[in-house]
């Protein structure tokens, strides 16, 4: 049974791909940097060690066209590139090891998250590829908030979990369990196959399911990403996710040193929140899929995104409360649920407008621009923060103020048009692999 063929065996991989994804972040971004606050580095560190755990995410843009021109056919048109990058995934970590005491160590520590990112990076751009080429249009909602809920899952456990690994055993017993985790993950793209008659390995015998080779034309590639673009729905879309998640990136930041510093808050009290919102995270992320899928995709952005946003202001006017601890609790639990439901309204979005020979490559583009929106509220808050001595009452309205902003922009975002192109390019003769899904 194949991929294409059985929704249980797609799901549950593509699913574990994204668990794969979430443990390293949740360690890095959270687990790590909360520790590292708790021991005194200002909020420009923290958010430089965020941001560049993000960074290698907006390489994206250069994993898509690899993996739209080439790959071994014979083993599927994705396959090859989910096993390479979750391997080189898996012994990245290892080199972590050598670091020592990471509190003297930041320079290399925030080059040893660079690279592992720089392989997480391609693994999800050959995972979505895995998406848009796969996943039915009915199934796009629920599966992207499966995915994300997924990925959840994983920030979760290496937020809390490994937090207290690291806590009570130490930096490289963490490292260990994520070590193990991702080796026994790798599993799912090593037995599976995407399509009947393809082989599991390059030796295996397998047989590419058409007459494609293992390598297209770049030039191709480009003029299916020029036709895509030319739509303005697809040119909104772009602006959309360059400025959709600053805020989020900017409030991620802030709530660090804010609890670990001004709140006295231990870094495994606050990693352990941040591991106990997983459930609520994934809840949102299904919400937001189905929600996606029975109502629409710009609604699931603007409940989620316009929700994340007016918390924060409301978070930012209210400092009397901070010291409460059911309120500020509270904040950091339902935080990420929003924030999840409309993530997912995002990528169904993405995914839903992505279209062409080159879908793959447009659905990165996207995704690699929200990363860039990401590290950019990442690096912003810093000195808004610490150089202008902003408060944090301040810094908490203006992220939220920006987080609310882009969503102007959703009205102008017409999915129709991008299924009149199809037709279009249909009626014409056009060859169009991948056209719009959904």
Request: proline residues 4%.
């Amino acid at each position: 049974m194949a991929l294409s063929d059985n929704r249980l065996q797609r799901t549950s991989m593509m699913c574990a791909l994204y668990v794969a994804q979430g443990i390293p972040w949740g360690f890095m971004a959270t687990a790590v940097v909360s520790y590292l606050t708790q021991h005194g580095i200002n909020t420009t560190e923290a958010g430089k060690l965020t941001a560049i755990v993000l960074v290698p995410w907006s390489f994206k843009l250069v994993w898509a066209p690899l993996i739209d021109t080439m790959t071994i056919r014979s083993m599927g048109r994705r396959r090859p590139w989910i096993i390479g990058a979750e391997l080189l995934m898996a012994f990245s970590l290892l080199g972590l090891l050598a670091l020592g005491d990471i509190r003297g160590n930041l320079q290399l520590l925030g080059w040893m998250f660079f690279l592992h990112n720089c392989f997480a990076s391609l693994q999800d751009v050959a995972t979505d590829a895995l998406a848009v080429d796969i996943v039915p249009s009915e199934e796009q909602g629920l599966v992207n908030g499966l995915m994300w809920g997924s990925k959840l899952l994983g920030k979760g456990f290496g937020a809390g979990a490994l937090a207290v690994v690291m806590d009570r055993w130490g930096f490289s017993a963490a490292v260990w369990v994520q070590f193990v985790c991702l080796i026994l993950i790798m599993l799912f793209p090593l037995l599976m196959v995407e399509r009947p008659g393809e082989g599991r390995m390059p030796w295996s015998g397998g047989k590419p399911s058409d007459d494609a080779g293992d390598v297209r034309s770049l030039k191709a590639v480009l003029r299916d990403l020029w036709t895509a673009y030319s739509l303005p729905t697809c040119g909104i879309y772009v602006a959309f996710s360059t400025l959709s998640i600053i805020g989020w990136g900017m409030i991620e930041v802030l709530v660090k040193p804010l609890y670990t510093q001004d709140l006295n808050w231990s870094a495994v009290a606050y990693s352990k929140i941040e591991g106990m919102s997983v459930f609520i995270q994934m809840g949102g992320a299904v919400a937001g899929g189905l929600i996606a899928d029975r109502i629409g995709r710009r609604f699931a952005m603007v409940l989620g995104f316009g929700a994340y946003g007016l918390m924060a202001v409301a978070f930012g006017l209210l400092p009397g409360l901070w010291s409460n601890q059911t309120f500020a609790t509270g904040y950091l639990l339902l935080n990420p649920g929003v924030l999840a439901l409309g993530s997912v309204g995002f990528l169904s979005m993405a995914m839903r407008i992505s279209w062409t020979q080159a879908s793959a490559t447009v659905f990165t583009i996207y995704m690699t621009l929200s990363n860039v929106s990401h590290v950019l509220g990442n690096w912003t808050i810093g000195p808004i923060r610490d150089d202008w001595k902003s408060p944090y009452e301040t810094c908490f309205i203006l992220s939220g103020c920006v987080m609310l902003l882009p969503l102007l922009l959703l009205p102008l975002i017409r999915p129709q048009q991008v299924d009149d192109a199809v037709q279009q390019a249909a009626a014409g003769g056009s060859r169009i692999d991948g056209d719009c899904p959904g």
